[in-house]
């Protein structure tokens, strides 16, 4: 029997999940009985509000439990057109909406629509985790743009222009930001709608899933600046505002002919989205929206707390987030550090360091295009975050200059 493996050269080029990789690897402990406490997972820690879950509960008793269209249900998809125009000033017909099982898919069905062999895809540094991984699959070419903490991270109009060639086809622009947390304001979105009119052969996919966990209390959408709308992938979904991440329910908006790409890679991917959690995510976006601002508030709470905290730690370098629910922070001043039996050479080893000797699960930067910082989430309650900045504080005091 030949037990030799064959994969494929497009899985062979891909990188694992490096937060898939570390909540595994902390649930893992906690199976074994470490008290582990978990800054790795980027997901609320909120139930999903009742009415949504009652929403589904009712979707089942009236038989919505057969196949959907391939771009979700349509008065789900008019649901969404309703919510643009009221919450962004945006106008969309329902044929201009696919929606799929999450945003992931959303933006990995505009990649894979849209880039071709060689193709060039500009991706500000820090960067998700998938963007690259997904520009890969399609044969595309990821440009990083190296955006630092001086600049909150963001990446400035010269940058953007600098890095474009006649190969780019694609900027992929996530605000408010995973992992940073930055925002870009309405008037740096139309400094690079500046430098894309004067490119009209790019486009851009626009990440807005983290629009409502916003501290600035206003969003930016590139969509609305002149000239934006027709070159612009808008993806968002239910799963982060409404606390809905497991019902895997995402959307974008953009052009008739790229939502019909789009739908065409889906129908033979996965065909329509889950039939239930479509009539979850339209009681959330038709229904009160108190439980959005109630979970934002929470999140700002936690998020002065863990800055706060941060600062506190010797050698950190900690910007404040404007959005999501993620920290940052420039760890370097530790690298070339050993406690006696760890030696710290980056932000992967300093993040292994802390689940080995603090408990405490976060993610290095090297995964997001940034080796000098690392990334905790705030998902979590106020208890667990002083715990766990007590034990990052108490383990990086163990640190010392090899």
């Not at 349509?74 to 696919?98: H, M, P, V």
């Not at 009119?197 to 899933?209: G, K, L, M, N, S």
């Not at 039939?275 to 229904?287: F, I, L, P």
């Not at 629910?325 to 760890?342: E, N, V």
Request: hydrophobic share 35%; glycine share 6%.
């Amino acid at each position: 029997m030949n037990t030799q493996q064959h994969l494929s050269d497009c899985v062979n080029r891909l990188s694992p999940s490096a937060t898939l990789a570390m909540s595994q690897r902390s649930a893992e402990l906690k199976a074994k009985g470490v008290p582990v406490i978990n800054l790795s997972v980027g997901e609320p820690d909120f139930p999903t509000p009742a009415h949504i879950k009652q929403a589904a509960k009712e979707a089942i008793d009236q038989n919505f439990t057969t196949y959907s269209p391939v771009a979700g249900y349509a008065d789900l998809r008019e649901s969404i057109t309703q919510k643009l125009q009221r919450e962004n000033g945006l106008s969309y017909t329902k044929e201009e909406i696919c929606v799929s099982n999450g945003a992931k898919q959303c933006v990995s069905g505009a990649v894979m629509a849209l880039v071709s062999e060689g193709d060039e895809v500009i991706i500000p540094a820090p960067y998700w985790v998938s963007y690259p991984q997904m520009v890969l699959l399609a044969g595309g070419k990821p440009v990083f743009v190296e955006a630092t903490i001086d600049q909150d991270f963001k990446m400035t109009p010269a940058q953007f222009e600098e890095a474009i060639t006649p190969r780019t086809r694609l900027l992929i622009l996530c605000s408010p930001c995973n992992p940073t947390g930055s925002v870009y304001t309405q008037e740096e979105m139309e400094g690079l709608a500046a430098v894309l009119r004067r490119h009209p052969d790019v486009y851009v996919i626009a990440d807005e899933i983290y629009e409502h966990i916003n501290y600035t209390r206003t969003h930016a959408s590139l969509a609305r600046c002149e000239g934006m709308r027709e070159r612009t992938i808008l993806v968002n979904g239910v799963s982060k505002a409404y606390a809905m991440t497991g019902w895997r329910i995402g959307y974008l908006a953009a052009p008739q002919w790229i939502v019909k790409a789009v739908s065409k890679l889906q129908g033979q991917q996965t065909s329509g989205p889950c039939s239930v959690s479509q009539r979850a995510a339209m009681a959330a976006y038709d229904g009160p929206q108190e439980c959005v601002e109630e979970m934002r508030q929470a999140f700002q709470r936690r998020r002065d707390l863990i800055v706060s905290l941060a600062r506190g730690v010797p050698g950190f370098e900690v910007n404040v987030p404007q959005g999501a629910f993620y920290l940052f922070p420039k760890c370097s001043s530790y690298f070339g550090t050993t406690d006696g039996r760890h030696v710290i050479q980056n932000a992967t080893d300093f993040a292994l360091y802390l689940l080995d000797e603090a408990h405490v699960a976060t993610v290095g930067g090297d995964a997001f295009g940034s080796p000098e910082c690392f990334r905790m989430s705030y998902a979590t309650s106020d208890d667990n975050i002083r715990e766990a900045l007590c034990r990052i504080r108490e383990a990086c005091g163990k640190l010392k200059k090899v």
